[in-house]
């Protein structure tokens, strides 16, 4: 049975706007780099801007919860799935535009779509010789992901370099430039909410010699890999507290190696959970409340997570340190 014959009348109109693009009950656990977690009741490859548009006037007039799956490199989705319609944008929305240097600033401003990979744009912006961007090369996201949470590391974070985004809001269709200094940029923060989607971002980055930002890249990629696991993770869990460091209050707690179910804290980087093949996102939230009450008892502190937590009970989600919708 095709999604056009249901008799849900979201199917219709979300059939009506996206035709054979719609997909129903889609697996997303294959799309976040945890590779566990339940399917969103829609799913959509998102190709142009238009589209984006046309989605937002079904999902407002039915009331419909929209899910921006970026890369899926901080998401983790409940095994009960999300009852909403979730999208990626697709390689169309992931193009790289580099100005010409101004002689006199030494500054150049990089366009980069909201699919763009942080890793390729670092890498990109070196090879032409432009400074300011290296500490993404490691990050496994999308700029659009990267710029709703003021993504960072090695020094530097996504405020530092940021002129301004365009923003599609699917709740009012809204297709807008917004200023970076309107996106009250903090740590691991901006204004934007989960309907508005990054669409775009400009950059100014700085003149470089291209060997220095090579051998950045280089000591970057070898930091990450002798202090950081792989396997099937969301990089950070947690947030670092003012003066103090997540792993290292986790480490202290004696969260090392502990385990709920199909998943555990690495013993590379406490802070860092890893699902087992196959493995359930339930349990990666329990372990993140289990974490958290660990830090709380020996440290008193409270912390934060940077995972966002979608499809699970607010019950679970503020024991998680995450918030609740």
């Keep these: 049975m095709s999604v056009a014959d249901t008799a849900d009348p979201a199917d219709a109109a979300l059939a009506a706007v996206l035709g054979p693009a719609l997909q129903r009950d889609h697996l997303l656990g294959p799309l976040c780099t945890y590779r566990v977690g339940g399917s969103a009741k829609w799913f959509v490859e998102v190709v142009d801007v238009d589209t984006l548009r046309e989605l937002a006037k079904v999902t407002a007039a039915h009331g419909l919860s929209v899910l921006v799956v970026g890369r899926g490199s901080n998401l983790l ?40 990979s942080l890793p390729v744009l670092a890498r990109r912006s070196v090879a032409s010789g432009l400074g300011g961007f290296e500490w993404a090369v490691g990050v496994p996201g999308s700029v659009g992901g990267a710029v709703r949470m003021n993504a960072g590391g090695h020094g530097s974070d996504i405020a530092a370099s940021l002129v301004g985004v365009r923003v599609v809001d699917l709740t009012t269709g809204e297709d807008v430039e917004v200023a970076a200094a309107q996106l009250d940029l903090t740590y691991r923060h901006s204004s934007l909410n989960a309907s508005q989607i990054v669409v775009s971002a400009k950059f100014r980055l700085v003149r470089r010699d291209r060997q220095l930002g090579e051998a950045d890249l280089a ?52 802070n860092f959970i890893q699902a087992d093949p196959g493995g359930r996102a339930d349990d990666i939230v329990e372990l993140m409340a289990d974490v958290r009450r660990l830090v709380v008892e020996t440290s008193g502190i409270e912390l934060r997570a940077e995972t966002r937590l979608i499809g699970f009970s607010d019950e679970k989600i503020l024991a998680a340190g995450g918030r609740s919708s």
């Design 77 to 116: 989705v409940s095994d009960a799935g999300f009852d909403g319609v979730a999208l990626q944008l697709t390689d169309a929305f992931a193009t790289i535009d580099i100005s010409t240097i101004d002689i006199a600033t030494s500054e150049a401003l990089v366009t980069a779509g909201g699919a763009t």
């Design 219 to 270: 000591e970057i990629v070898a930091w990450r890999r002798a202090n950081q696991p792989g396997g099937p993770n969301a990089g950070s869990v947690f947030a670092n507290p003012v003066g103090d460091s997540a792993g290292r209050l986790i480490d202290a707690a004696g969260g090392k190696g502990r385990r709920v179910g199909t998943a555990a804290v690495s013993d590379k980087h406490a």
